[in-house]
């Protein structure tokens, strides 16, 4: 009798303990992915390589800016800037304007022509839709009939008139101008530090993303002038150069990737953002705005430095 009823104790305390563990391991299947667990499991094909021709170095005292440039959109722009940067024109030049929640602005205060370069551009404010590049985001939008990412920037197109364009989302790159459109050369430019300031979507030309460093730029002390223009010089932050990163020797790159956003594992990266059910969350929103979509970079895993 004994031994029957250490016998019915360990049974009990078996099935309890198994009982436990596939609770424990269904709890562990249901845990939701969080993002550094997706990238982690991604591969090699994945991500891309920034292309060092049309990448920025933009050294400041505090760091490196570094600048993706993209010529589909703006063809004419960012070969007349790569022009000023091979020319080392906006060395010694400075961050001329820093306005809370909307831009941060470097190049010639003045908008004084160069000596090398364009001295009038048409406005490249769109492009024809490529239908085939165009990865679309589910998600309704206020500016445009539909929204997504083209070769990682996000993007935006119109059905009725058949437009495509960049969107001023955070740390987009922008070309400044005054009211004449052509007068929008490359001698100004700026980058989203707020709020997607969407108004401006299709009145300027914009260029690129600033991929790593914008910290070095949102951080800068607010300017007290009009618009945020510093008001005396020397609150100015200077640019000690900017260079292309092919123009320097390979020791000297940064050797970075970005998530390509035509794969299956960017369309899980935005769900995962869409929905968030990590355990702060009580419940999903149901919807995502375009620009609070990730653009995960980081340095390609097999650099040594």
């Not at 991500?47 to 400041?60: C, F, G, K, S």
């Not at 839709?129 to 939008?141: E, M, T, Y």
Request: aromatic share 8%.
């Amino acid at each position: 009798m004994f031994f029957a009823r250490i016998l019915t104790l360990i049974l009990t305390v078996s099935v309890f303990q198994t009982a436990f563990s596939e609770n424990a391991k269904a709890q562990t299947a249901s845990a939701p992915m969080t993002m550094p667990e997706l990238l982690a499991a991604t591969k090699p094909t994945d991500w891309r390589a920034i292309d060092p021709d049309h990448t920025l170095y933009m050294e400041l005292s505090t760091g490196r800016v570094v600048i993706e440039l993209s010529p589909l959109f703006a063809p004419r722009h960012v070969a007349n800037i790569e022009k000023l940067v091979r020319a080392h024109w906006y060395d010694g030049l400075a961050v001329t304007r820093v306005q809370d929640n909307f831009v941060a602005q470097w190049g010639d205060p003045l908008n004084s022509h160069p000596e090398v370069g364009e001295k009038r551009l048409p406005a490249e404010f769109s492009r024809p839709a490529a239908n085939s590049s165009f990865v679309r985001l589910k998600d309704v939008d206020t500016y445009a009939s539909e929204v997504g990412f083209v070769n990682g920037l996000p993007a935006a197109r119109n059905s009725s008139d058949g437009e495509e364009w960049l969107i001023h989302c955070y740390a987009m790159v922008g070309v400044g101008r005054d009211t004449d459109p052509s007068t929008a050369i490359g001698t100004e430019l700026y980058t989203v530090i707020g709020h997607a300031p969407r108004q401006l979507d299709r009145n300027i030309a914009v260029v690129g993303r600033v991929i790593a460093g914008i910290e070095l730029l949102s951080a800068l002390p607010r300017g007290t002038g009009e618009s945020g223009f510093y008001e005396q010089p020397e609150q100015r932050m200077p640019i000690q150069s900017v260079r292309l990163a092919s123009e320097l020797p390979a020791s000297e790159r940064v050797p970075l990737e970005v998530l390509r956003t035509d794969t299956p594992v960017f369309q899980k990266l935005i769900e995962l953002r869409r929905n968030r059910r990590d355990t702060w969350y009580k419940k999903p929103a149901g919807h995502i705005d375009v620009c609070s979509v990730p653009l995960p970079v980081r340095e390609r895993p097999d650099h040594k430095r």
